[in-house]
């Protein structure tokens, strides 16, 4: 694709659900971020994937989050036992070179808003 | 406490008007970032810059390094230009690269 796609657009959960956010980066790219951006805020990292390995995830707000990028393309956020302040947009981005060996444009996804009732 | 502070947090401008954001930072940082978000989410990188200035038709971007602080300006703004911008840095920490962002600047563009 041309470029990040998130989906869905829009999520509403009710408390307790467990919800599962989709990001496909730019084909190729080796790097993708998770962050979270609560309303009237910057966005936060989450959770970092060089390919398919999960090289950071401190920024993980809880045990209930969990993310994944099996074949180090296409990664899923997965939240459990969904709560009212998790209510946020969800962004991803990719990057195609390895970070910390210049400077790195990320590309992000329009963003996944949940709202969890 | 949020180690990129951005002023003013909220800026309205009229048709025309020459623009100005500014972004200050508290730590060591070899690039700083500025990005636009549109109403609905999406993020577009405007500039990198490490030292001096950058221009991109009416955007223009400046840094002092030695000062931690970084201004944005836009000349002769128009109603589309009315967003968020952002200024941010990245974390190489470790093997991240992440951005570490301010919180923006919501600018509105009064026709």
């Known amino acids: 694709g041309a470029g990040v796609s998130q989906s869905p657009r829009y999520k509403v959960a009710k408390r307790g659900q467990d919800v599962a956010l989709r990001c496909d980066p730019i084909?190729?790219?080796?790097?993708l971020f998770w962050y979270q951006q609560a309303l009237g805020q910057g966005p936060e990292f989450l959770t970092y994937?060089?390919?398919?390995?999960?090289?950071?995830k401190s920024g993980l707000p809880s045990d209930r989050f969990f993310a994944e990028r099996p074949e180090g393309s296409v990664s899923t956020l997965k939240i459990q036992r969904t709560q009212q302040e998790d209510s946020a947009v969800y962004l991803c981005?990719?990057?195609?070179?390895?970070?910390?060996?210049?400077?790195?444009?990320?590309?992000f996804g329009p963003g996944t808003r949940l709202t969890v009732l | 406490k949020n180690e990129v502070e951005q002023s003013p947090q909220n800026l309205t401008a009229q048709e025309g008007e020459f623009i100005t954001i500014n972004c200050s930072y508290s730590?060591?940082?070899?690039?700083l970032h500025w990005l636009q978000q549109h109403p609905g989410g999406g993020i577009v990188s405007l500039f990198m810059?490490?030292?001096g200035k950058k221009k991109h038709g009416r955007l223009i971007a400046t840094i002092n390094i030695q000062e931690k602080h970084s201004s944005l300006h836009i000349t002769a703004s128009h109603p589309r230009d009315s967003a968020v911008y952002i200024c941010?840095?990245?974390?190489?920490?470790?093997?991240?690269?992440?951005?570490?962002f301010g919180k923006g600047t919501k600018l509105s563009v009064k026709p």
């Open positions: 084909s190729g790219h080796v790097s």
């Open positions: 730590v060591g940082i070899s690039a």
């Open positions: 994937f060089q390919n398919e390995a999960q090289l950071d």
């Open positions: 810059l490490s030292s």
């Open positions: 981005a990719s990057t195609l070179p390895i970070p910390g060996r210049g400077y790195n444009e990320q590309f």
């Open positions: 941010a840095y990245m974390n190489y920490g470790g093997s991240q690269g992440n951005l570490i």
